[in-house]
């Protein structure tokens, strides 16, 4: 029962870099979201998904771009890597948007950009 | 504009001692709960919620929270520490209905217990 996988666990990039940072679940989820974790800035919603098909913006969007085109895959792609998206990814998902609260969560990606 | 506060960073506690760790909040409406916890390079594991009912819920891990509508708060809390206890603890809270059913999280509290 894998749950939630990420990959890559962690990457270095330099500026200007573009990378897809993968977000697989097997539990038939309808929601799926991708979070940032900064220190003392807790963690912030980037994007997420109600259903394949259909993505939206959470409060920090501006950088990334997600899709989903299947229930099962939740991609998260950095269009032009920069040093303030130096951060821990986090993909989350649960069974639909009514169960928010309850979310499953991957082990994180940690991301470098130089 | 809904919020969440974790008035403590750090709560240092005793191994075999009782712990809290204290959440406030703020939303329109009726509140829906969570407790999460992190341990270290590992991802957010749900510990519990409050929906409606019973202001004390249980959850995982012998961890307990008490729902204080009055005083707007959801402490998380556990008889006996252990030292396995020791992590970031997360507090969220969500509208209970409506368009805005998004996670609003605190910033975190790093609980140490003690040998």
């Known amino acids: 029962n894998a749950g939630v996988t990420q990959t890559p666990k962690f990457q270095v990039l330099k500026t200007g870099q573009s990378m897809t940072l993968q977000c697989a679940q097997d539990?038939?989820?309808?929601?799926m979201s991708w979070y940032r974790q900064d220190p003392g800035m807790g963690l912030r919603l980037i994007h997420y998904?109600?259903?394949?098909?259909?993505?939206d913006q959470g409060e920090v969007p501006n950088g990334y771009n997600v899709s989903r085109s299947t229930t099962e895959d939740f991609p998260l792609r950095l269009l032009s890597a920069a040093p303030s998206q130096t951060s821990v990814y986090f993909c989350?998902?649960?069974?639909?948007?009514?169960?928010?609260?309850?979310?499953?969560f991957g082990e994180g990606s940690r991301l470098t950009v130089l | 504009a809904q919020s969440v506060a974790q008035p403590e960073d750090q709560v240092n506690v005793a191994e075999g001692n009782p712990l809290t760790v204290k959440c406030t909040y703020s939303?329109?409406?009726?509140?829906?709960l969570f407790w999460y916890v992190q341990y270290p390079n590992r991802g957010l594991q749900f510990l519990l919620k409050?929906?409606?009912?019973d202001n004390l819920v249980k959850g995982s891990y012998g961890f307990e929270a008490e729902f204080n509508k009055s005083q707007t708060s959801f402490h998380l809390k556990k008889p006996s520490a252990l030292v396995s206890d020791s992590a970031l603890y997360f507090c969220?809270?969500?509208?209970?209905?409506?368009?805005?059913?998004?996670?609003?999280w605190g910033l975190g509290t790093s609980l140490a217990v003690n040998p």
């Open positions: 989350a998902s649960t069974r639909s948007r009514q169960n928010t609260g309850e979310l499953f």
């Open positions: 539990m038939n989820h309808e929601y």
């Open positions: 998904s109600v259903g394949a098909g259909i993505t």
């Open positions: 939303v329109s409406g009726n509140p829906y």
């Open positions: 409050y929906i409606t009912g």
């Open positions: 969220a809270v969500r509208r209970e209905a409506g368009n805005n059913r998004k996670l609003i």
